[in-house]
């Protein structure tokens, strides 16, 4: 049964660095590319970035300066961290399975906030 | 950047109504385009992928259809557990979500 999971800290104070982590069950991470997916209060879905089957990475070209995307095979887990939060970054990080983004975590809620 | 525009914003329908909610995306997308449906404190659920293909398990009154650069979600008889938002994403370059249509009951 695919699942995956995200967790981290639900409070991040401005200027410093998030870090979710996406551990997935019931497929590899070398099989089939991960996605970040974050989506402020009652607002739209955003696409952070992609880390490949391969190991390559993509991001979102508004926020490529502040990201990472990496990963632990051995242990099945892909690791989000963006750094110089501001209060616009709280919302919803959700990771979710390609190919289509066929199945998501629950996603952490993140408050950015002093 | 490829740019999604999505409309309507809000729709209200009754059930049993069709209702179709459309994305335009700001050049060709060659049909690479999602649906998606997000329940409230939920996470978004796949509908549809490439343009016109039903996951697995959704019922068959969701249906898309589309090319070039304008696509449809069409509800053909609204039941009452489909409120809900619906968020179209292209895949062709990168990935850009529609800004969301909230869907509730007249």
Redesign the interface.
């Known amino acids: 049964q695919v699942r995956l999971k995200e967790s981290g800290p639900r409070l991040v104070q401005p200027s410093q660095t998030l870090s979710v982590t996406c551990t997935v069950s019931g497929f590899s991470v070398t099989s089939y590319h991960v996605s970040w997916v974050r989506q402020p209060p009652g607002k739209g879905l955003e696409w952070v970035g992609a880390i490949w089957k391969g190991g390559s990475t993509d991001y979102n070209s508004a926020l490529k300066s502040r990201l990472s995307i990496s990963r632990d095979t051995s242990k099945n887990q892909v690791f989000l961290k963006m750094n110089s939060l501001q209060t616009d970054d709280t919302g919803t990080y959700y990771c979710a399975k390609h190919p289509y983004f066929d199945y998501w975590g629950q996603g952490v809620m993140v408050t950015v906030s002093s | 950047?490829i740019q999604m525009t999505q409309s309507p914003s809000f729709l209200s329908a009754s059930v049993g109504d069709r209702v179709t909610i459309n994305c335009k995306a700001s050049q060709n997308i060659n049909k690479y385009l999602?649906w998606?449906q997000q329940k409230l404190g939920?996470?978004?659920?796949?509908l549809i992928?490439?343009t016109n293909n039903l996951?697995t398990g959704i019922p068959s009154r969701f249906s898309g259809s589309g090319s070039g650069t304008d696509y449809t979600l069409t509800i053909s008889s609204l039941q009452p557990e489909d409120v809900a938002t619906y968020?179209c994403?292209q895949?062709s370059s990168?990935?850009?979500?529609?800004?969301?249509t909230k869907l509730e009951l007249k």
Request: charged share 20%.
């Open positions: 950047d999602n998606y939920e996470a978004p659920k796949l992928y490439n996951q968020f994403l895949h990168r990935y850009t979500f529609g800004a969301g």
